[in-house]
């Protein structure tokens, strides 16, 4: 059973992991001054609802992601047509704030009549004849159609997501891979402050974990003693050198020399043969060992969050060549399911561990969305960097059926791969 502090973690790095990467769609499109509707945590039917300027942020019930969702990127509303009949309600300085689409007879305080001319994208104006006299009525760019009981702010042109150049629409796509990659070098940084680097003084190492049953567990061993020396030997900081001076015993009993809370104790240990997976015999005493660690440098912090965001980052590129390229095996595929699965198990092992594993989750997911596959952040970028080419931009019903269609294969892998966990987990 997951403990509370487990599960909290778990959804904390879910919400992290998204939050910043929508966060970085949502503001380079605010940057770019393209009209964001609505900033989403999660899908399906909304949780949680709040307003704020001219965007709705919502957490949705299903934790399979998020979303930005620009004005102008699909078709947000049938087009309001001349002869339709609609209702406006007008500012004191007789500019339209609101128009009605439906159940015109129940609005108050409104004007109703039916529509010669409107242009809500350019000029933003509407001819409106009311009882057989027309009225020009210009409308506020940031006006609300109301129709079916939901409301949507008008988007002027120049806030659509299609009017922008190819590169603001670039940025604004990759903006969300980038934050996640930001995310992953600040989360490094943080662990190796909180954990600190290997100490190249020290003299011992530092008991990690003591197997309950074992030999050092019978001896009274404790995780964070410090090992000096075994049978006189120093072991200078040097992790092989324990497993080396406990093999050369033969399975006889050792004198270990360790340091707790400022003491020096002697402590007999016997070793124990036992049985490894590939069936070799070896001798142990039961302790996870771990080098002693000092407080990182400014430098070598810097340092150590490059080196592991190159080497998280070669690792999963190395993955995925070997998935598509070598052979496809779904068991090396992990869906919610399964993440979810490993995060608790990780969130277990304490919070150094969590954080280091948030920063590989969060590359992941960066490296993830800019595949190009339909409907990700790489397909996206790809049709952009077409459209540069063919200086026009590509049909956007036909950008559409591309999308929907890796949508829906996207869907079905990602079924597979859920049913692939909850029977690897059934099984053990």
Same mark, same amino acid.
Not at 110 to 133: A, P, T
């Given at each position: 059973m997951m403990t509370l502090q487990i599960?909290?973690?778990?959804?904390?790095?879910?919400?992290?992991?998204?939050?910043?990467?929508?966060?970085?769609?949502?503001?380079?499109?605010?940057?770019?001054?393209?009209?964001?509707?609505?900033?989403?945590?999660?899908?399906?039917?909304?949780?949680?609802?709040?307003?704020?300027?001219?965007?709705?942020?919502?957490?949705?019930?299903?934790?399979?992601?998020?979303?930005?969702r620009m004005a102008g990127e699909d078709?947000?509303?049938?087009?309001?047509?001349?002869?339709?009949?609609?209702?406006?309600?007008?500012?004191?300085?007789?500019?339209?704030?609101?128009?009605y689409l439906d159940q015109l007879d129940n609005r108050r305080n409104?004007?109703?009549?039916?529509?010669?001319?409107?242009?809500?994208?350019?000029?933003?104006?509407?001819?409106?004849?009311?009882?057989?006299?027309t009225q020009h009525l210009d409308v506020d760019r940031q006006a609300d159609i109301v129709s079916r009981g939901q409301e949507l702010q008008v988007a002027p042109k120049d806030r659509q997501f299609r009017s922008k150049s190819v590169g603001k629409r670039a940025l604004a796509i990759f903006a969300g891979p980038l934050m996640n990659f930001v995310?992953?070098?600040?989360?490094?940084?943080?662990?190796?402050?909180?954990?600190?680097?290997?100490?190249?003084?020290?003299?011992g190492v530092e008991i990690g974990e003591v197997v309950a049953g074992s030999p050092a567990a019978s001896a009274g061993l404790q995780k964070g003693d410090v090992v000096q020396s075994i049978d006189g030997q120093a072991v200078n900081g040097d992790l092989s050198k324990v497993t080396e001076l406990v093999n050369a015993s033969g399975g006889s009993e050792v004198q270990v020399s360790l340091e707790r809370k400022g003491e020096t104790l002697q402590v007999p240990v016997t070793p124990k043969m036992v049985k490894t997976e590939d069936g070799r015999e070896v001798l142990q005493v039961g302790i996870a060992l771990s080098q002693l660690k000092r407080t990182a440098s400014f430098t070598e912090s810097f340092q150590f969050a490059g080196d592991s965001f190159v080497k998280g980052s070669t690792a999963i590129l190395d993955a995925l060549r070997k998935l598509v390229f070598e052979r496809f095996d779904i068991n090396q595929l992990a869906g919610p399911v399964g993440t979810l699965q490993a995060t608790g198990q990780i969130a277990s092992q304490g919070?150094?561990?969590?954080?280091?594993?948030?920063?590989?989750?969060?590359?992941?997911?960066?490296?993830? =969305?800019?595949?190009? !596959?339909?409907?990700?952040? +790489?397909?996206? %970028? @790809?049709?952009?960097?077409?459209e540069a080419?063919?200086?026009?931009p590509i049909d956007? =019903?036909?950008?559409? !059926?591309?999308?929907?269609? +890796?949508?829906? %294969? @996207?869907f079905l892998l990602m079924i597979a791969v859920t049913y692939n966990d909850i029977l690897r987990i059934i099984k053990g």
């Open positions: 599960v909290v973690l778990t959804v904390l790095m879910f919400f992290v992991v998204v939050t910043v990467h929508e966060w970085g769609h949502y503001y380079f499109a605010k940057r770019a001054g393209i009209l964001v509707r609505e900033f989403a945590i999660g899908f399906g039917p909304k949780l949680f609802a709040y307003k704020r300027d001219e965007t709705t942020f919502t957490l949705r019930m299903l934790p399979l992601g998020g979303y930005a078709p947000e509303l049938d087009p309001i047509q001349p002869g339709q009949t609609i209702a406006v309600r007008l500012s004191d300085k007789g500019v339209v704030k609101k128009i409104v004007v109703r009549g039916e529509i010669e001319w409107i242009d809500i994208e350019e000029r933003m104006q509407i001819r409106l004849n009311v009882d057989g006299e995310l992953a070098f600040v989360l490094f940084l943080i662990y190796v402050q909180v954990s600190g680097v290997p100490d190249e003084k020290a003299t919070i150094d561990q969590m954080i280091i594993w948030t920063a590989f989750v969060s590359i992941n997911l960066g490296i993830f =969305n800019l595949l190009p !596959i339909p409907m990700l952040d +790489g397909s996206r %970028l @790809i049709f952009l960097a077409i080419i063919r200086r026009r956007p =019903n036909k950008e559409g !059926i591309v999308h929907f269609v +890796g949508f829906a %294969l @996207i």
